[in-house]
């Protein structure tokens, strides 16, 4: 190898409406391409080799895919013998507005949908997530309990008048999501202007779902989300624990910043708040439709400067760390590659052949069994995305 097995990485954001804009979104900071331009919302920067945003080398400019083939050795012999590629997508999130309804199929589910649709489902890879809040995260996620929707349903009238017969039939949530995707946009919003006229007549302030519809009536009142929201619990994720957004679990991120690592995947089944395209046939195919698990993880200590944030899965792991001023952390990874970046604080990574100063935005992948230790001038935060390997 003619290069250094750590290097650093030119990563780029990717300008979807639902972004933060300007310098009030972290993505916009942490993004080195371009000076920021204010009225351009920042949503996500993409750290990977996923083809609709890949990251380059900073020293050649190479895709960090065409060096990964190049040098297969930086993945590793485990990650080559099972995936041959890199097989996580790493991501920071700036959400000013609610993404799209969605869910993510399961592995089958992908490989079915790529082949007869590739246009919509690019690759045929499955996403499950993990989600870490960086500054915030609030976030849709998965079903009521039939119990909570019944009480809700028999206190509201503009949507209990609708639903709450079915949840005395066994397949309830099936029953009120087909009748829901069958909607015309006329019947949406006369059922939605009905549901914000109540709630301004019995003002129904603190109620956090009726809250979420009124901000965003006016920019969807023709769209099912509003309605499908009611069905779906909310979860503000605290400071210490991550969302583990599984497979065929519909889920929405309503606010927040967070750090985002997934299977190495862009395929998205949207059914809600968004003008792109919706698919309700594969939604009625993949959802369980039963209220869902709790779906919070809490980090688990690694050393004294970073915690793990796991879900079983096999492609990939958070670590959060905080390196204080004028500490230090040394890392050997366990024969797989990373990824990290650089939230807040600055110092200096230093490995066997040399040295890279480290600040906000900058972004270093490290190759399959290196080592390193990072120095800390100012108080460091740094998110890394690596594989767990069978030994953990």
Not at 101 to 115: F, V
Not at 155 to 181: H, T, V, Y
Request: one cysteine or more; a neutral charge; hydrophobic letters at 35%.
């Amino acid at each position: 190898m003619t290069f250094p097995g750590i290097f650093e990485l030119e990563c780029y954001s990717q300008n979807y409406t639902w972004g933060k804009k300007g310098s009030h979104s972290l993505v916009a900071k942490l993004s080195k391409q371009t000076p920021i331009e204010e009225n351009l919302p920042y949503a996500e920067l993409w750290m990977g080799t996923h083809p609709n945003c890949p990251s380059r080398t900073k020293d050649n400019q190479e895709l960090l895919s065409d060096r990964l083939k190049n040098y297969p050795e930086l993945l590793g012999a485990y990650v080559i013998s099972r995936w041959a590629e890199l097989p996580f997508l790493f991501k920071i999130l700036s959400i000013d507005q609610p993404l799209s309804l969605q869910a993510h199929p399961d592995k089958k589910k992908a490989e079915e949908l790529h082949r007869s649709d590739p246009r919509h489902y690019p690759d045929s890879n499955y996403k499950p997530e993990i989600a870490l809040p960086l500054n915030g995260l609030t976030s849709l996620y998965g079903f009521r309990n039939t119990q909570e929707l019944s009480r809700f349903f028999s206190k509201f009238p503009p949507l209990g008048n609708i639903f709450s017969d079915d949840f005395n039939k066994e397949n309830g949530f099936a029953s009120s999501f087909s009748k829901i995707m069958n909607m015309k946009k006329s019947e949406i919003d006369a059922i939605t202007s009905e549901c914000m006229e109540y709630i301004a007549e019995n003002k129904y302030a603190g109620d956090l779902h009726t809250e979420l519809f009124c901000s965003e009536y006016t920019r969807y009142k023709e769209d099912i989300g509003l309605i499908l929201l009611f069905f779906m619990q909310i979860f503000t994720v605290p400071m210490g624990k991550a969302m583990f957004v599984d497979k065929n679990q519909l889920h929405a991120y309503l606010q927040g910043e967070l750090a985002e690592c997934m299977a190495n995947s862009d395929n998205t089944v949207r059914g809600g708040f968004t003008t792109k395209y919706q698919d309700a046939n594969s939604l009625k195919d993949m959802l369980t439709f039963q209220s869902s698990p709790n779906p919070l993880i809490e980090g688990k200590k690694i050393d004294k400067y970073s915690k793990r944030y796991s879900a079983a899965l096999k492609e990939f792991e958070l670590h959060e760390i905080y390196i204080p001023k004028n500490e230090s952390l040394s890392w050997r990874n366990n024969g797989v590659p990373e990824i990290f970046i650089v939230i807040s604080g600055a110092g200096q990574l230093k490995y066997k052949h040399g040295g890279i100063p480290v600040e906000r935005g900058v972004v270093i992948f490290v190759g399959a069994g290196y080592s390193y230790e990072i120095n800390s001038s100012i108080n460091l935060q740094i998110i890394r995305a690596t594989i767990p390997t069978p030994e953990k």
